[in-house]
């Protein structure tokens, strides 16, 4: 038995079962959890993120946050990575912008990140495009960021969040937990009903807004709220702006969005715990909440498609396959496909877009 699994039966014997949320915080995030150990990025990993399909991802992001830049900061700023990864992302941005009007000389790079062995490749990876080290600071959670305008933006690091998931059952809320069959060996989901009366309230009226019924579910991530709302205070009192791409919606979803994923394949969530990656989709329109009650006053939600058009992918694909080969072609083609297409990820994912002022004043 490997050693998470053994966390978190003894969870389970101390409580006689426990919620996703706490199942997930220690599958991903326990000492020796998935995003501590697991160098999981990649066609060699368990999955493939859109700065590993194209350079054009990168490279559209890293335009639009320069722009952002001079037109709204034009000083010294934070330029912060959420969970960057092999470092690919802020890699492709630095590259981009590296001949930008001394732009670089303007920035402190903040990158957070738990994964000791992630940070050496993030390491190595800024060091290809002769980057200053010097200039970049890794940290293990957003606290400890020093207070300046800020640029920060994320691929993929709200989903991995835990979340709690509550049904609805002849009138009474069930949450879904997981316990450990002791004569079987196996973890198995079942329903606990729900006694606390605040949780019940919140519960209903997010039933009552997002028209839910009897038997579908509702996901609630206090963990991904706690984080957003820190960041949007943070961009509040310092200014500047929040890049969000991630899988998720912004209108009610009444079904589980939980998933594993290993070798690029689909699994059984409760299989291989701290072996595999579990995500479920953001909740967007409650992030979009979230920034309204911290009064910010610029909050722009895109598909990826859309996002990415409207900021040159296009041209920019033009551009480079001009003086490329006819295999170099096919390549930034299919990149450039997977990550605009309606059937793959230009639909699937989304992007918010959250700054303290009108970015197009």
């Known amino acids: 038995m490997n050693i998470v699994k053994r966390k978190i039966i003894n969870e389970i014997n101390t409580c006689n079962g426990i919620s996703w949320e706490k199942f997930i915080d220690i599958c991903l995030f326990s000492q020796d959890g998935y995003y501590k150990k697991t160098q999981s990025i990649g066609k060699k990993g368990d999955f493939t993120t859109s700065p ?11 335009i639009y946050i320069y722009n952002f830049w001079q037109k709204k900061i034009n000083t010294n700023f934070n330029l912060i990575e959420l969970g960057p990864g092999k470092g690919i992302l802020i890699s492709d941005i630095l590259r981009i912008t590296k001949s930008l009007n001394y732009f670089h000389s303007f920035m402190q790079i903040n990158l957070i990140e738990i994964n000791k062995k992630f940070i050496e490749l993030q390491k190595k990876n800024i ?16 606290s400890s960021i020093s207070d300046k305008p800020s640029i920060i933006f994320a691929n993929e690091f709200f989903d991995c969040l835990p979340i709690r998931q509550f049904v609805r059952i002849n009138n009474d809320w069930n949450e879904k937990k997981i316990n450990f069959n002791n004569n079987e060996k196996r973890l198995f989901i079942y329903n606990s ?24 579910i509702i996901e609630i991530s206090t963990k991904r709220e706690v984080y957003f709302d820190k960041i949007c205070k943070f961009i509040k009192k310092n200014s500047g702006i929040l890049i969000i791409f991630d899988y998720g919606y912004d ?5 589980s969005t939980l998933q594993s994923i290993n070798n690029h394949r689909y699994t059984h969530i409760l299989d291989r715990p701290g072996q595999q990656d579990i995500t479920s989709f953001v909740n967007f329109a409650n992030f979009k909440e979230i920034c309204i009650k911290n009064k910010l006053n610029y909050i722009k939600f895109f598909s990826q498609k ?10 920019r694909k033009n551009k480079i396959i001009t003086n490329s080969t006819n295999e170099q072609r096919m390549d930034i083609e299919q990149g450039f496909q997977r990550l605009i297409s309606d059937n793959q990820m230009g639909s699937l994912f989304k992007c918010l877009v959250v700054s303290d002022s009108n970015i197009y004043e």
């Open 193 to 216: 009903i729900v006694s606390d009366d605040s949780l019940i309230i919140k519960l209903n009226n997010h039933a009552t807004k997002y028209n839910c019924g009897n038997n579908q």
């Open 127 to 142: 060091q290809k495009i002769n980057f200053n080290l010097k200039k970049v600071i890794w940290h293990e959670n957003f």
């Open 52 to 62: 590993e399909i194209s350079q054009l991802f990168g490279e559209i992001l890293g």
């Open 306 to 315: 859309n996002f990415l058009i409207q900021n040159g992918i296009v041209e």
């Open 251 to 255: 209108s009610s979803i009444h079904h």
